[in-house]
């Protein structure tokens, strides 16, 4: 019996409520949706809107509603139109016979009219509200006339006011009618439109005038749901907005209603200043206010029903789907569901574009690995193949017609294959000549020696040629690879870059402006990009006291205070507008920075010089200096050289390695043009941060360092580019310290004195000798004394380029602030 009963409840545990949940969820999520396409897809909202609107009054008399809104839904869905006009018929039914026929009436002169005017101009929608403001007025002055025969200044000025009504209430619906319509809208709301919808909700209401349940008024409970759901959704400037509205609205349309309007706004005020308590706040906040404004307005009978009367909006309110307020609040600016709905988008857009430059990365490295794996495939397999074919060129001319042939290749294919092989080594390592021991035993074997030797020469220069052809053409493949690497490597850095969201530092902009407000320091604004140790990038807006240098002499040294590493004034931009404001951009200083002095002469004392000079500030705290000498003088010469520094500016400018650039430039020299122009290069890139340099010589003369008393060269051999379209690039390192003074110049200066036997030992004694450690100042000495050594004469363009390395020392000392110190740590 027992084993029974146990049989018979243990299922009972195994119940599962989750498919109750989901089955649940999803019949709602089908109800949503049918009725979803019941009301705004096949336009039955409409013929709801249409009868609330056809019994709206306006002064208990007007109905300036009801063509506006026939106008706007006959513009915007005209298969919809009927629907509307319809429920307007129907709702003006409800006011009088008269008031139909006359609604039906208007709305049919209006197509006569619309139709006229469409087969005029294309501008209909421009048209559209002065062609409603003609119809109200025309059917408001003839309706009068039609009833007692004549039209008084009355009727006219109250024509005239609904005309005009009617006009404005056109362009409001033209906006407000497409949110009913459309069910997925992507734009956010703008500020006009809000307007124009709680002008066309309030509008919808004052159709609800006069019906009551249980003695509590329908419009009193509705306008206070819909204060309730925009002081929710979009907080306490919305929320009064829409009081303010549609109690103004309300009271034209019943004058009792103006001591409402009040209860509204201020009720919108309360409930959005409470909207951090959720629904409950925003109830509350309703509540106090229909306290507050009933026991104003005096009588416990009525402050008894405006309760109910908020208490039932209430009600409604807390029965409002989450779902439905959260869609609603997406469109709204300000809102958090507002923020999180951008946030996503952008996010998304972020997340395409660095997918898309990702994408373009992996083909820019599937392009480089397959030009470089192409030589890779070349093994020993091949080489010999290659052989073969030689031989059998060779054979084919000299051995195919020898009375020897069988004894050669058949009996003896070892021995002839071997000594031929010899031959061809022989003569391609020694410039087609054999050794005469190889000459006597190949004379010994075969009966056509020189014949055989001659076409081995023949066909070996052919080789020769094809082989330097093959070469250039895998040296070209291997740079293409390199520079489609550099190009990957860029792109898939600028990926990941795009994938890097701004962090969220409103602790330290607060203790930023907390900390600059104590020393009396105006900030308007702080926003705080990067505070990432030594790449720190701030940007503070302040009033601008006409340059007296607040942000490199105050807020610069605060911030290296609190940040614990120096900040600089990286920029600033100055707006006259609005009485002026200042906008600083606060970088993170570098540990080093360089000073130039540069001396230059052209040959002969003339204008142009074939020598160029840049200094290039590259990303990531690197700091380039290079000198170009063009081959010969004038004007030519400085066009290749300036062209040349160009280049290599560009291209090292946008992230590519120095060797790639370098040969990158190589080539584009080397194939532009068939005349022997060549350009040296003297480059030398050095790090702002530990002072760490690479230099990279391209046929160029020596640079020197001046570390106090001691003179170091620095020298690679490197042929100048343009000679070669293939060239292995020798980089040079040195770590250099702060005081150290480099000193890089063109070949003219290097080589200008005469009588000089060794240029090096000269060079480097007249740097010793020199007695000041000023950039400028040396370069203008050396300059002087190379032409002095030079007998006066300038006999090539010179270039002397000077460059001290020095610790970065702000100008202004850092400002202690102790406890902003401990609270940023």
């Known amino acids: 019996m027992e084993k029974v009963e146990r049989n018979m409840i243990e299922p009972l545990g195994e119940v599962d409520f989750s498919s109750t949940k989901v089955e649940l969820a999803?019949?709602?999520?089908?109800?949503?949706?049918?009725?979803?396409?019941?009301?705004?897809?096949?336009?039955?909202i409409l013929l709801i809107i249409g009868f609330l609107l056809g019994r709206a009054l306006i002064l208990s008399k007007l109905t300036p509603f009801t063509l506006p809104f026939f106008a706007a839904v006959y513009f915007i869905r005209r298969d919809k139109a009927p629907l509307a006009l319809i429920g307007l018929v129907a709702g003006a039914t409800t006011l009088s016979m008269t008031d139909a026929v006359s609604t039906f009436a208007i709305c049919l002169i209006f197509l006569v009219l619309s139709k006229?005017?469409?087969?005029?101009?294309?501008?209909?929608?421009?048209?559209?509200?002065?062609?409603?403001?003609?119809?109200?007025?025309?059917?408001?002055?003839?309706?009068?006339f039609l009833l007692t025969d004549q039209i008084t200044l009355y009727d006219g000025m109250m024509a005239s006011v609904e005309a005009s009504l009617g006009f404005i209430l056109t362009f409001i619906f033209l906006q407000s009618i497409p949110f009913l319509m459309i069910s997925k809208r992507k734009q956010s709301l703008k500020t006009e439109e809000i307007v124009c919808l709680i002008i066309m909700l309030a509008s919808i209401m004052t159709g609800t005038i006069g019906w009551s349940v249980y003695d509590l008024s329908i419009e009193h409970i509705m306008s206070r749901y819909l204060v309730l759901l925009f002081s929710f959704v979009a907080g306490a400037t919305v929320g009064s907005t829409v009081g303010v509205v549609t109690g103004l609205i309300f009271s034209l349309a019943n004058v009792s209603s103006l001591n409402h309007m009040s209860l509204l706004a201020f009720s919108g005020l309360l409930g959005g200043l409470l909207r951090e308590g959720r629904k409950v706040g925003v109830s509350i906040g309703l509540l106090v206010a229909t306290l507050l404004i009933g026991m104003y307005g005096g009588g416990s009978g009525g402050l008894l029903k405006t309760v109910l009367e908020s208490t039932a909006a209430i009600l409604i309110f807390l029965l409002t789907p989450q779902v439905f307020t959260s869609k609603m609040a997406k469109y709204i600016p300000g809102t958090p569901e507002y923020s999180a709905e951008q946030q996503q988008y952008m996010r998304k857009m972020r997340d395409v574009t660095s997918q898309r430059v990702e994408q373009f990365s992996n083909v820019f490295h599937a392009l480089s690995n397959s030009f470089s794996s192409f030589d890779e495939t070349l093994h020993e397999y091949d080489r010999e193949k290659e052989l073969d074919y030689f031989l059998s060129n060779v054979t084919a001319k000299t051995c195919q017609n020898c009375f020897k042939?069988?004894?050669c290749w058949s009996r003896n294919f070892d021995t002839t294959y071997d000594y031929m092989r010899e031959i061809i080594n022989e003569m391609d390592q020694h410039d087609g000549t054999i050794p005469h021991k190889l000459t006597r035993e190949w004379d010994k074997h075969c009966t056509k020696a020189k014949k055989v030797t001659n076409a081995i020469h023949q066909e070996l220069t052919f080789f020769?040629?094809?082989?330097?052809?093959?070469?250039?053409?895998?040296?070209?493949?291997?740079?293409?690879?390199?520079?489609?690497?550099?190009?990957?490597?860029?792109?898939?850095?600028?990926?990941?870059?795009?994938?890097?969201?701004?962090?969220?530092?409103?602790?330290?902009?607060?203790?930023?402006?907390?900390?600059?407000?104590?020393?009396?320091?105006?900030?308007?604004?702080?926003?705080?990009?990067?505070?990432?140790?030594?790449?720190?990038?701030?940007e503070i807006t302040i009033p601008y006291y006409q340059g007296?240098?607040?942000?490199?002499?105050?807020?610069?040294?605060?911030?290296?205070?609190?940040?614990?590493?120096?900040?600089?004034?990286?920029?600033?931009?100055?707006n006259s507008v609005l009485g002026g404001v200042c906008?600083?951009?606060?970088?993170?200083?570098?540990?080093?920075?360089?000073?130039?002095?540069?001396?230059?002469?052209?040959?002969?004392?003339?204008?142009?010089?074939?020598?160029?000079?840049?200094?290039i500030e590259l990303g990531g705290g690197k700091y380039a200096i290079a000198i170009s000498d063009g081959m010969g003088n004038g004007e030519r010469a400085h066009i290749e050289s300036n062209e040349t520094l160009k280049l290599l500016k560009k291209i090292m400018q946008s992230g590519i390695d120095e060797k790639v650039a370098i040969k990158s430039v190589n080539s584009v020299l080397s194939l532009r043009t068939t005349d022997e122009i060549f350009s040296t290069l003297d480059l030398a890139m050095i790090d702002l941060q530990n002072a760490s340099a690479k230099f990279l010589k391209i046929g160029s003369s020596p640079s020197f360092i001046k570390r106090g008393n001691k003179v170091i060269k620095i020298q690679a051999g490197n042929l100048p580019m343009g000679i070669l379209e293939?060239?292995?690039?020798?980089?040079?390192?040195?770590?250099?310290?702060?005081?150290?003074?480099?000193?890089?110049?063109?070949?003219?200066v290097f080589e200008g004195p005469k009588h000089v036997e060794n240029y090096d030992l000269w060079m480097k004694r007249k740097i010793q000798e020199l007695k000041t450690d000023d950039p400028q100042e040396i370069a203008d000495l050396i300059m002087e004394e190379v032409i002095?050594?030079?007998?006066?004469?300038?006999?090539?363009?010179?270039?002397?380029?000077?460059?001290?390395?020095?610790?970065?020392?702000?100008k202004w000392a850092t400002i202690p602030i102790h406890k902003y110190h401990q609270k940023a740590n």
């Not at 999803?26 to 039955?44: D, H, P």
């Not at 105050?554 to 900040?567: F, H, K, N, R």
């Not at 050594?789 to 610790?807: F, L, P, Q, W, Y």
């Open 26 to 44: 999803n019949s709602m999520q089908r109800f949503l949706l049918k009725l979803e396409t019941f009301f705004i897809k096949k336009g039955y």
């Open 116 to 144: 006229f005017m469409k087969n005029s101009t294309e501008k209909e929608m421009k048209v559209m509200p002065f062609i409603v403001f003609s119809t109200i007025l025309l059917g408001k002055l003839v309706e009068p």
């Open 405 to 407: 042939k069988e004894h």
């Open 464 to 538: 020769q040629a094809n082989q330097k052809l093959k070469q250039q053409v895998r040296e070209s493949r291997r740079l293409v690879a390199d520079q489609l690497l550099g190009v990957s490597k860029i792109m898939g850095d600028f990926a990941k870059e795009i994938q890097r969201e701004r962090e969220n530092h409103y602790k330290q902009e607060e203790l930023i402006l907390e900390a600059l407000q104590e020393f009396g320091v105006e900030i308007e604004n702080v926003e705080i990009y990067n505070l990432e140790q030594g790449n720190v990038d701030i």
């Open 548 to 574: 007296h240098g607040e942000s490199e002499k105050l807020i610069a040294p605060v911030l290296s205070d609190i940040l614990g590493e120096t900040i600089i004034v990286s920029k600033e931009e100055y």
């Open 583 to 615: 906008c600083a951009t606060f970088r993170s200083a570098k540990a080093f920075t360089v000073l130039t002095g540069v001396a230059h002469a052209a040959k002969d004392g003339g204008f142009v010089s074939g020598d160029s000079y840049s200094m």
């Open 726 to 748: 293939e060239f292995e690039v020798d980089v040079v390192g040195e770590q250099l310290k702060a005081g150290d003074v480099l000193i890089m110049m063109s070949d003219g």
């Open 788 to 810: 002095r050594g030079g007998a006066g004469n300038i006999e090539d363009d010179m270039t002397v380029v000077v460059s001290k390395i020095k610790h970065n020392t702000p």
